[in-house]
């Protein structure tokens, strides 16, 4: 590689990412990653609004994880408005949540990172050569997306989640009718992690600091308490005084970091290895025979992770899906207050923070969003720097094409159109 | 923002579907929703029709093939970028969508054609056999703004060339 590396943003909706990378006398002098954030839009573009509107504007930050954002924006409204929702309403909402870790997962495992493990420019060229592995992942994301379709009353931006519940509760034979397939569907993940460890990883591993939800009885996605690897416990009311944001001048995007200073890494690699032991154990079972040794501190392994999750979502599904017997009414009655609260959940991407502060007629006054790929941007840019002198030799389309590998493996939100992103290399 | 719906199910046999993407939120990338609303309204006599569809949606990305298993035609209307002047609307088949996607895209992540192509060599029997993209030329993409005036211009020019290709199926039909 001699000259300068340049990944220009292009027309897209799920975020815009750029990276340029600026040598000097060989080596590399400059790494300047830049994603451009909606979510940071929509909260201005919240502000005045009512506060049940907020879980369908929310979902439409991100095509691949609306629910991820209904799940925060509602637990976060539902502290400011001092809601408790019922035992049926959390059931369903982790159903939801299923469905929407089985159609990301299945996505990002198959054709979006996938792709790169096994020497391939795209899922399409990958289609060509492996067809059945291909209609694998869009029956898989299928299945994600019917289930999402049936409880969300629409398979990419559901539009059925309230604060308090659910505007009806889905039909219970609709419900029960997508089991079949999910069991499908959890065999087809047994065997996704299986062809996980057949993939090429690139050998690089990080001291990494991990953070994510955890709780004791279960492996926590929809809720949980904030912890970290080295230790720490931070209940969500204090997230933001333990995790902080600061404004970087080239960059569009708020960087995060601890309170030390030190960057994070949230995502599936955090869950899988906080988390393990509170697997479903079907899913553990599954990680245990393909002899997975924990930490994984190898980015590009967020694929294995993903796969395990795979299993332990369609496995969960199932079971919620067969015990589905809603009770009573699907939402509760809100009563108007002013208030302040937070919300935090595990996106497929890693963890979501919410906070709203709410005015006595229900209009939101303050949103503060603080989606997982800003808090892993920094980490992302540590690595970048970490993998340069590996690749700063290599041809100039192989070294492009590592530091975009890197990037993908993070599943940031800019993955969604990695692939069509077309790289310009600058001459100068 | 309730009354979008990506129905994808159960289709009469010889449906042809009329599919706007878009977001809402974001100017003129909400130009396909605005064009097939606009359709749908003028052309009210289109509602009633069982073998007559629309999907309204938002980040179909790979989703897009299960919203056209099972369709006979297919209308797509989504916001583009070439580069040529705003609100210019462009009328397409299949095979010229590759071509000119490779010089510019729709807006939206796994593009149309992309997910075109992964269908095509997949599921080919279950994709329409015929596909027809109207894109409309995109100006700004900001936001939280509303369509820009030349966009909303061409509104009515594209309702019309929807409702041409429905007539002209229906005929066939």
């Known amino acids: 590689m001699n000259q300068d590396i340049h990944i220009p943003a292009l027309a897209r909706v799920e975020g815009e990412g750029a990276l340029t990378i600026r040598l000097k006398d060989g080596a590399i002098n400059e790494i300047l990653l830049n994603i451009y954030e909606p979510p940071r839009f929509f909260e201005g573009f919240l502000h005045g609004r009512y506060f049940q509107d907020v879980p369908d504007i929310t979902a439409r930050i991100c095509g691949i994880c609306p629910v991820a954002y209904q799940m925060s924006s509602v637990q976060a409204l539902e502290a400011a408005l001092q809601v408790t929702i019922t035992p049926d309403v959390r059931l369903l909402r982790q159903l939801l949540y299923c469905a929407e870790y089985i159609e990301s997962h299945a996505l990002h495992i198959y054709l979006l990172q996938g792709p790169d493990l096994v020497g391939y420019e795209s899922a399409i060229s990958l289609a060509a050569d492996a067809p059945d592995l291909v209609k694998k992942a869009l029956r898989l994301k299928k299945i994600g997306n019917d289930l999402l379709k049936t409880i969300g009353g629409r398979s990419v931006h559901p539009v059925n989640t309230c604060v308090g519940g659910f505007y009806r509760w889905p039909a219970q034979d609709a419900i029960h009718a997508l089991i079949p397939e999910l069991e499908w569907a959890r065999q087809a993940s047994i065997d996704t992690v299986k062809w996980a460890t057949t993939l090429n990883y690139p050998d690089f591993e990080q001291d990494y600091e991990f953070i994510a939800l955890s709780r004791l009885d279960e492996y926590a996605i929809y809720d949980g308490y904030i912890v970290s690897s080295n230790g720490k416990r931070t209940p969500p009311e204090e997230f933001e005084k333990h995790y902080l944001e600061t404004h970087v001048e080239r960059s569009n995007a708020l960087h995060s970091h ?60 199932i079971e919620l899906a067969n015990d589905y017997q809603p009770q009573g009414p699907s939402f509760k009655e809100i009563k108007l207050r002013p208030g302040e609260g937070y919300g ?10 919410h906070r709203y502060v709410v005015d006595e007629q229900g209009l939101i006054r303050f949103a503060r969003i603080t989606p997982p790929t800003a808090q892993n941007f920094a980490q992302m840019e540590a690595d970048l720097w970490a993998l340069a002198p590996t690749v700063v030799n290599l041809p100039q389309e192989e070294a492009s094409l590592s530091f975009e590998h890197l990037l993908r493996s993070y599943d940031p939100c800019i993955s969604c159109a990695t692939h069509f992103l077309k790289l310009r290399i600058d001459r100068e | 923002m309730n009354n979008l719906s990506d129905g994808a199910g159960d289709e009469p046999s010889g449906t042809i579907k009329i599919i706007g993407i878009g977001q809402s939120l974001r100017g003129d990338d909400a130009a396909g929703l605005a064009a097939v609303q606009l359709w749908q309204q003028t052309y009210q006599v289109r509602n009633v029709q069982p073998n007559v569809q629309v999907e309204l949606t938002e980040l179909p990305g790979i989703g897009l093939l299960s919203l056209l298993e099972g369709a006979k035609v297919a209308i797509l209307v989504d916001a583009v970028y070439s580069g040529a002047r705003v609100g210019t609307i462009h009328e397409l088949t299949e095979n010229q969508l590759e071509v000119f996607n490779n010089e510019a895209g729709t807006a939206h992540g796994w593009g149309v054609a992309e997910t075109l192509s992964l269908g095509r060599k997949l599921m080919p029997s279950a994709l329409p056999g015929k596909l027809i993209l109207i894109g409309i030329e995109a100006g700004q993409l900001t936001l939280g703004e509303m369509l820009s005036l030349e966009v909303e211009t061409a509104l009515p020019e594209v309702a019309r060339l929807i409702e041409q290709h429905v007539s002209m199926e229906l005929l066939h039909d």
Do not use: M, W
């Open chain 1, 258 to 317: 601890t309170v030390d200073n030190g960057t994070y890494f949230v995502g599936p690699l955090a869950r899988l290895n906080l988390n393990y032991k509170k697997l479903r154990p079907i899913a553990r079972q599954a990680a245990k025979d393909i002899g997975l040794k924990l930490p994984l501190r190898n980015p590009y392994k967020g694929l294995i992770a993903r796969a395990v999750e795979l299993v332990h979502s369609c496995d969960l599904a």
């Open chain 1, 344 to 353: 935090v959940s595990e996106a497929p991407r890693g963890l979501l923070y």
